[in-house]
């Protein structure tokens, strides 16, 4: 472990359960460019994330986080380290080998525009289905079974029909997270998923994420505002350049963080009790870190 | 009376708790809104439906809602900067006294810079990407204030100083592409407070910017508030910013002012569903959840 790391609750068996984590990353590296224009966007992060387990990652502009979802879900692949999902190392998996993974609807995104993660030219109702008839299940009970999901987003059998662009963002991103969750995963990686929202359809589409957790499903909530993942994650992962600085339940991390640039964080976050730390603190914490 | 840039500037060695810098005027408020409307031209449809607000030297009034609600068709109509078609159909808005409606473009240009003052969400699209950025402040010095070519370059390092720019003379030199976007929104404030405003208006000023940097422009705010009494309205769709910096709170909502308020008897009482709603996703969702109760031990 390195000196810059002190922070982390034994970042790798945190899950602290027993059971085989469904998401585990070691020692990940993440460098793009060739030698003199190398950069780093990645080093030595290790993250493990159990079966049911909402992990909060947050990281500001810079941080690697969108990084690491890319590389979590096959995008990138790693400089250095491995990534295993439910079990199986998917480091050096050809795109093949990742297609047949996503076929088997082990690992499910979203993003936050949910257009990206929509056809424009799918009724929602053959956009929630695809995934499912992917997986050889028969269009009869994958219809079923989408009508039975719908509620669960907190949506109307009436919109099955409509184009996405008929839809409200709002609603977008639920049908987006349905799309996700309804082949029953055992991994959504969901990267900003409520930041292009409004107050009531963030509120809700935290709700939903919040109920779905029941169902086992592990969710990785990666966000630059800790504010928004505060509320739904059991632990948070901070990123700070490319390292992971800190790891631990979310009460902790927010109630008393450790590493300077956490204390920064949630001391510079807006509450509607002003913001945890005061002018002072915030410029002493700043002077702490790299410029 | 000495000016926001002044005070900014001879501060420097001053210790103690800097208090507002002038007694609030009560005769003449700085910005005065009484049951503004805005219409949009094109198809007479009314998008603001009447808001009321006064603002006195340092104090600060924010105004929170969704993109929608008519919270900068508000700002923008107290700047004299409505888009085409929109029109100020009903109420009035007075500046030091002055009735908007009856300004002449030219009395405006003199007002706009050394009386009221801007910042909005995207900093670079305000400035010129071919200029240094020492050029583009010392365009408004010179314009607003007449200084030559040295004075104007002595007041630009000095502004760049006030808003905590780290190297004022490296950043002088450089052209905006060059920078971050919190080092551009402080660009952008010092360019605003360079004619020494008595308002600043910041529509969703910070919503851009990581929260770390967030807290360094909002802290930036507070500073030029307590030092130089400048008065803000601070315009966000998130109630906790505005909470943090603000006097009084109006929440708007589809062009209505749904509550208003000292901003702690809002948070206290809230009275509309929809403040409601925008407490309790910070209750139950943000940090507030982990964080003690207001008068707890955290």
Known sequence: MTAGRPYLDGADDSTGTGVRPVLEVTGLDVHYGARRRRRKALHGVSLSVAPGETVGLIGETGSGKSTLARTVLGLVRPTAGSVVVDGEDVTAHSARQWRDLRRRGVIQYVFQDPLRSLDPDLTVEASLAEPLLVRGVARQEAAARVRAFLPRVRLSEELLGRLPGELSGGQRQRIAVARALVTEPRLVVLDEPVSALDSANRVQVLEILKDLRASGVALVFISHDLGSVAGVADRIAVLYRGELVEVGAARDVVGGPEHPYTRLLVGSAPTLRGAPADRSERAALRALLPA | ?298
């Open chain 2, 1 to 298: 009376m000495t000016t926001v840039s002044e005070k900014l500037l001879t501060r420097a060695e001053e210790t103690g708790t800097p208090g507002p810098a002038e007694p609030p005027d009560r005769a003449v408020p700085l910005l005065s809104l009484r049951g503004v409307r805005i219409a949009d031209g094109s198809d007479g449809r009314e998008i603001v439906h009447g808001v009321s607000f006064e603002l006195t030297p340092g104090k600060v009034v924010g105004i929170v809602g969704e993109s929608g609600s008519g919270k900068t068709l508000t700002c923008r109509a107290a700047l004299g900067i409505l888009p085409p078609h929109f029109e100020v159909t009903g109420g009035s808005v007075e500046i030091e006294g002055t009735d908007i409606s009856t300004l002449t473009p030219a009395r405006w240009t003199a007002l706009r810079g050394a009386t009221i003052s801007a910042v909005f969400q995207d900093p670079a699209s305000y400035l010129n990407p071919s200029l240094r950025i020492g050029r583009q402040i010392a365009e408004v010095v010179r314009v607003k204030k007449g200084l030559g070519r040295r004075a104007a370059r002595e007041r630009v390092l000095a502004l760049l100083r006030a808003v905590h720019l780290r190297d004022p003379e490296l950043v002088h030199d450089q052209y905006p592409f060059e920078l971050s976007g919190g080092m551009l929104q402080r660009v952008l404030i010092a360019a605003a407070i360079a004619a020494d405003p008595r308002i600043l208006v910041a529509d969703e000023a910070t919503t851009a910017l990581d929260v770390t940097v967030q807290a360094e422009i909002l802290d930036l705010l507070a500073d030029l508030r307590e030092r130089a009494g400048l008065a803000l309205v601070v315009v966000s769709h998130d109630l906790a910013v505005v909470a943090q910096l603000c006097d009084e709170v109006l929440v708007m909502r589809r062009g209505e002012v749904v509550e208003q308020g000292p901003t702690r008897a809002v948070l206290d009482d809230p009275r509309h569903d929809y403040t409601r709603l925008l407490i309790s996703e910070h209750e139950q969702y943000g940090l507030e959840k982990f964080l003690g109760r207001p008068g707890e031990e955290s």
